[in-house]
């Protein structure tokens, strides 16, 4: 799997992209859409910040609701710091935003694990409101311990997440959060984090309102899915997603040993190395109770030399 479309909405609104200087095209209604900023990452005719000053010329940035930073000019060498800084001083010209990602790179623009990334943690205070926020792209990324009441959903992205992204993740304080989703990645693209690291979000003492956890795109599946065998977070989840990594056997083994599962109402693991004869078990022990199982298509490891080699879904 590679990351090869654009987001398509953020923030229940539909993406659209804000047009080049030479686009005559006539603009939606400023609070309709989730308005897309991008340049061109490899031969940009602007810098990202000359069209976004277009784009708060050109729009009623006091309704925008959704805002998503697309491709910035050599986003495999440049980092995310400059547009990080434009953002934290445009934020009170965009009282209503309520939705914001950062870094909506497709793969033929810049792989995952290229995009450098900076600290986004400025960002948050800026937007007292905001109630969605993403990042694509681990390299460079910084994201230390903040308070931030009215955030409901957190998403970073990453072929590796480092493990003082994680740690700054899990120091935070989030009493809105309702989702977190992690691509904790792989250790040769950055992702260092343990499953120690994860102890945070597992024992149920910090994010208070969490109901849909996402721990995926990982090389230590099968411990992650160990370690939520007994975690008391499970009790009040919603949606458990372990999808896009390295799950084979032993972690689904643990996961049937573990705590009920019954009152989820979805369990993804699409992306694994699951043999049939589990996929079978976790099927009859969720099913019956109205728990979607989404297993996806199993994967099958490369063999080399008598060594089997798994994979996660997004990595390089």
């Known amino acids: 799997m590679t990351i090869g479309d654009h987001l398509s909405e953020l923030g229940g609104l539909t993406a659209f992209d804000f047009p080049g200087p030479k686009d005559t095209r006539e603009l939606p209604e400023a609070g309709s859409v989730a308005w897309r900023v ?13 069209a976004f000053a277009r784009f708060t010329d050109s729009v009623d940035t006091r309704r925008v609701r959704s805002l998503i930073v697309g491709g910035w000019s ?20 965009f009282p209503a935003l309520r939705a914001l990602f950062v870094g909506d790179i497709t793969f033929e623009e810049c792989a995952i694990s290229w995009i450098q990334q900076s600290d986004v943690g400025p960002l948050l205070p800026a937007y007292p409101a905001l109630e969605e926020f993403g990042v694509r792209g681990g390299e460079g990324l910084l994201f230390p311990p903040v308070e931030h009441a009215a955030l409901r959903v957190l998403r970073l992205e990453a072929g590796g997440l480092p493990k003082d992204v994680v740690a700054g993740v899990a120091g935070s304080t989030f009493p809105a959060l309702t989702e977190l989703d992690l691509w904790l990645g792989t250790p040769q693209y950055g992702g260092d984090a343990e499953v120690g690291d994860l102890g945070p979000f597992l024992s149920g003492e910090r ?37 896009m990594g390295v799950l084979t056997d032993e972690g689904v083994e643990a996961l049937l040993a573990g705590r009920s599962l019954t009152h989820l109402t979805k369990l993804d693991l699409h992306h694994h190395y699951v043999g049939a004869p589990l996929r079978e078990r976790v099927s009859a022990a969720l099913a019956p109770h109205g728990v979607e199982v989404d297993l996806g298509d199993p994967q099958t490891a490369d063999v080399d030399d008598d060594t089997a080699y798994r994979y996660v879904a997004v990595a390089e």
């Open 38 to 50: 991008s340049v061109d990452t490899y031969d940009a005719d602007e810098e990202w910040q000359q």
């Open 207 to 243: 994010l208070p309102a969490l109901r849909r956890l996402a721990l995926r795109n990982s090389e230590i599946q099968d411990a992650v899915a160990a370690a939520l065998a007994n975690a008391p977070v499970v009790e009040r989840l919603e949606v458990l997603d372990l999808s």
């Open 74 to 93: 050599d986003a495999y060498e440049a980092s995310s710091a400059g547009i990080v800084e434009a953002l934290v001083e445009a934020a009170p010209k």
